[in-house]
């Protein structure tokens, strides 16, 4: 099942996809404040059996999307975790013994189809296509073996980076990945009972039609499994929390000379099963 945040007349709803349109689960269980609590509440069975036997409320054109989960306590993001994308910083390192991660805002990530901003501050937006975990059971020191108990569905994001401002400080690439409204997650979560989270996943972003990434889940030098268990260490995982897992090589910055994204240019970051994700750059007015 596909599960959305969206907004309709400028009121926030979550709903599910029909083959017909959009059922708006907001209307039909207004107890249910958002995607968050049905997942917290482990009422994702319950809501899947109730879209697939309704009719819709409205198509998916009426809508405007919101960030799947809108309101994550965490969103944690892995960075370097393809092993071509390791090759490609050509600095002869040896693969990293354990993952780089850092965190993002809610408030540096708008929906599909919404404008993402290109900073005056830079020349040096980018894109990075990601398979995100949306996390659906809460845990803490997670075995790998069990790992998979613990995702709710799947969903993608373009995790924009402003190059020059991860390159402000020493230790840190928080500057460079919090630009607000500088990357997307969504269209929607398909849930893990639909596409599996642990099989070979594939992420493709084109810009403008131009393929620049393309790679698969089998080539990750940190499998879900293993991010789960790891992260789980030291955080407590809880329902609703992203993690964005790493985008493969090709990124623009990669290029000779940089391809960075330009006000007009629309990127599309597709992982099949899932969806695409789809962004007008557009230049932020001050």
């Not at 490609?88 to 708008?110: A, G, N, T």
């Not at 980018?126 to 020191?141: F, H, N």
């Not at 400080?169 to 989270?197: C, I, L, Y």
């Amino acid at each position: 099942m596909k599960f959305l945040s969206f907004t309709k007349d400028n009121k926030p709803y979550f709903g599910g996809i029909s083959s017909e349109g959009v059922v708006n689960l907001s209307k039909h269980y207004p107890e249910i404040i958002d995607l968050r609590q049905a997942i917290r509440e482990q009422r994702l069975e319950e809501l899947t059996k109730f879209v697939t036997s309704s009719e819709a409320d409205c198509s998916l054109d009426d809508i405007q999307y919101k960030p799947t989960i809108p309101n994550p306590e965490k969103i944690i993001c892995i960075g370097v975790n393809y092993n071509n994308r390791n090759a490609e910083y050509k600095d002869d390192s040896d693969p990293p013994k354990y993952p780089s991660v850092f965190m993002r805002s809610r408030e540096s990530l708008v929906g599909h189809g919404q404008q993402i901003n290109n900073p005056p501050e830079s020349e040096q937006l980018d894109y990075e296509g990601e398979i995100v975990l949306i996390i659906g059971k809460e845990g803490r020191r997670i075995s790998q073996e069990d790992a998979h108990e613990h995702i709710a569905g799947l969903t993608i994001m373009n995790e924009g980076s402003v190059r020059d401002y991860l390159r402000h400080a020493k230790f840190n690439v928080t500057q460079g990945k919090n630009f607000e409204g500088s990357g997307s997650v969504g269209p929607w979560m398909v849930t893990a009972d639909e596409v599996n989270p642990m099989g070979k996943l594939q992420v493709v972003t084109r810009v403008n039609g131009e393929e620049r990434q393309n790679d698969v889940t089998d080539n990750l030098m940190f499998p879900f499994r293993f991010l789960i268990s790891y992260l789980s260490s030291f955080y407590r995982l809880k329902p609703g929390d992203l993690i964005a897992t790493g985008t493969p090589n090709g990124a623009g910055a990669r290029f000779d000379p940089p391809k960075y994204l330009r006000d007009g240019d629309v990127v599309k970051v597709e992982v099949p099963g899932v969806g695409i994700l789809s962004n007008p750059i557009i230049n932020e007015l001050i």
